[in-house]
């Protein structure tokens, strides 16, 4: 795979997520490319994999980092509040942008890239219509609204009515997830697809 450079971009901004502990950093342009995602949730995982994340575990109270096309989003532990280190995390991350700027090694082996990407999960295959309807639900109408909170959906299975998922990035671990899980999600595929008894998210 090719290493994609991103210097000097026009603005990196960060955005707060439901899920307190994380922080959504928002690139101008794209720091990887369209489908492909990354998570590591210890500072080995990104080693000679992802040269941005490692940077980023190099800060003590980093405990996640997540990148998906044009956007990052950092997990923090109880140490520190985004008040005191989000806009130097900004400035942080920015600056390597502007000088070194890779996002993934060239050289990065394929087995960690695929790693990295099934923890970030893509979706599980399809095992009949239902399971293509509950797919094409989650990307038309859920995904979208997840990605702008920092985090990502993914379709796992769906046996005797129970359809399970995969909740990464801000929504991994959040409280409030679990909310939307229920009231919102749970409520959407009932009524897309008839046969959908619950929604449940996939243990860690």
């Not at 990354?38 to 994999?49: A, S």
């Not at 190099?58 to 532990?77: A, D, E, K």
């Not at 005191?84 to 087995?111: C, F, K, N, S, W």
């Not at 923890?119 to 989650?138: M, N």
Request: glycine share 6%.
């Amino acid at each position: 795979m090719s290493t994609e450079k991103r210097k000097h971009p026009a603005n990196l901004y960060l955005e707060s997520t439901p899920n307190p502990l994380t922080m959504r950093y928002v690139c101008d342009r794209l720091l990887i490319e369209e489908g492909r995602l990354l998570e590591f949730r210890t500072p080995q995982e990104p080693v000679n994999v992802s040269p941005l994340a490692e940077r980023i575990f190099n800060l003590p109270f980093v405990t996640g980092v997540f990148i998906s096309s044009n956007f990052i989003t950092v997990t923090r532990n109880n140490s520190v509040d985004w008040d005191l280190v989000g806009m130097e995390l900004r400035d942080y991350i920015l600056e390597y942008l502007r000088t070194d700027g890779r996002v993934v090694y060239e050289d990065a082996p394929a087995q960690a890239l695929a790693d990295a990407n099934e923890r970030a999960s893509t979706h599980a295959e399809a095992k009949g219509p239902d399971d293509e309807k509950i797919i094409r639900v989650l990307e038309e109408y859920i995904r979208p609204a997840v990605e702008g909170d920092g985090g990502h959906i993914a379709f796992k299975s769906y046996e005797e009515g129970i359809v399970t998922v995969s909740l990464r990035g801000s929504c991994s671990g959040c409280p409030s997830s679990m909310i939307t899980l229920k009231q919102g999600i749970e409520n959407m595929l009932k009524h897309e697809v008839p046969g959908v008894r619950e929604v449940v998210a996939e243990a860690l």
